[in-house]
């Protein structure tokens, strides 16, 4: 009898010895993923890390506030547009620390284009230089009108609020690119050279 009963109790004990292997797997697997994350994050967080004064890489313009209206001037002056098609100068901060060189994408994500339509592309800006303007040393690049340069606003004149997304990339590549490159050929060029971004938004209605 006494050795029927330890039979009956082998496969409870089975149970709950799966039972704890399980658990141990699940904590080990919750440990690693944790882990994973944090690392990920921390290598993430490095490569926008701010100058050695603590303060963040920041994008301004003196010439638009943060989400306002872009400077009529600045408007193209083709396309039935009646601006002067003259960028707004930008300024910036913060430069994270080993950055080489500079590079920038002017790019309004509500026109019905995929991806984008890209307004400005430049690169080539020594680090030294923390402001972009008609002086600043820089390689403009082929913008979506398929010209180079600055290209100003131009939407269609049905009062939709367009908004302008200056991004402003920090890179460790000396400045040798070559000019007349598209967005697309920018970026598959500086991906693996860039260590930090920073953005400002600038905005235009045509009616």
């Known amino acids: 009898m006494q050795q029927h009963r330890v039979w009956r109790q082998v496969p ?30 921390t290598a993430r967080s490095a490569r926008a890390e701010p100058d050695s004064h603590g303060a963040p890489f920041r994008l301004a313009s003196p010439d638009f506030a943060e989400d306002g209206s872009l400077p009529p001037p600045g408007a193209l002056h083709r396309f039935g547009c009646h601006g002067r098609n003259l960028a707004p100068a930008l300024h910036w901060t913060g430069v ?23 307004h400005w592309i430049v ?6 230089v923390n402001t972009l303007d008609d002086s600043s040393p820089s390689t ?11 290209g100003g606003p131009c939407p269609p004149a049905d009062g939709q609020t367009h908004h302008y997304v200056f991004t402003l990339y920090a890179l460790t590549a000396a400045a040798s690119l070559e000019d007349g490159l598209t967005y697309d050929e920018l970026l598959a060029q500086i991906n693996p050279e ?14």
């Open 12 to 41: 409870r004990a089975a149970l709950v010895l799966g039972a704890l292997a399980l658990g141990v797997s699940a904590l080990s697997f919750l440990f690693s993923f944790l882990f994973s994350f944090t690392f990920s994050w």
């Open 96 to 118: 994270p620390p080993g950055t080489v060189s500079f590079a920038l994408a002017m790019t309004d994500h509500d026109a019905p284009v995929a991806g984008g339509f890209h």
């Open 123 to 128: 690169y080539n800006i020594p680090a030294h």
């Open 140 to 150: 403009q690049g082929t913008n979506s009108y398929g010209f180079l340069g600055y």
């Open 194 to 207: 860039v260590i930090g971004a920073t953005v400002t938004i600038g905005t235009f209605v045509r009616r």
